[in-house]
């Protein structure tokens, strides 16, 4: 499997990240251990650390111009964006947990709709309220 720049840091991880640093093990080692960096390490392990990152990161964007943040976020959305189509298509486990996910969504805005008498399909408004769907959903 690819292996990315970003990963998401689970419960699991953070627990481990504890016990390993209150065990004495320095970053470099825990971070092998469970094969994320050792800035990572550095950032959930150690007490205030997150914060002094927060106050950076909003003092450096501070800075930014409105082109530049513009541009910041284009580039996030595109990593983001090829991340989930890769994760997507090569990790059948992800892409189970992502249907999943999008179905739930779904399915609640189904309920929602229905308690709302519109379509089951679109959620537009039904002229004939007896029927679940509405005409362009009928093909009509």
Do not use: H
């Amino acid at each position: 499997m690819k292996r990315y720049r970003y990963r998401k840091i689970t419960p699991e991880i953070l627990e481990n990240i504890k016990i390993l640093n209150d065990k004495g093990l320095t970053q470099v080692a825990i971070a092998k251990k469970l094969e994320v960096s050792s800035s990572c390490v550095l950032y959930w392990g150690s007490e205030g650390q997150r914060e002094k990152a927060i106050a950076r990161a909003q003092k450096s964007n501070k800075k930014l111009t409105k082109e530049k943040i513009k541009i910041k976020n284009q580039k996030r959305a595109e990593y983001s964006k090829n991340y989930l189509n890769d994760r997507y298509n090569n990790d059948t486990e992800f892409r189970d947990k992502f249907k999943k996910m999008v179905m739930k969504s779904f399915n609640k805005r189904k309920e929602v709709w229905a308690k709302q008498n519109k379509c089951s399909n679109c959620g537009r408004e039904k002229i004939d309220k007896s029927l679940k769907t509405c005409e362009r959903c009928r093909g009509k």
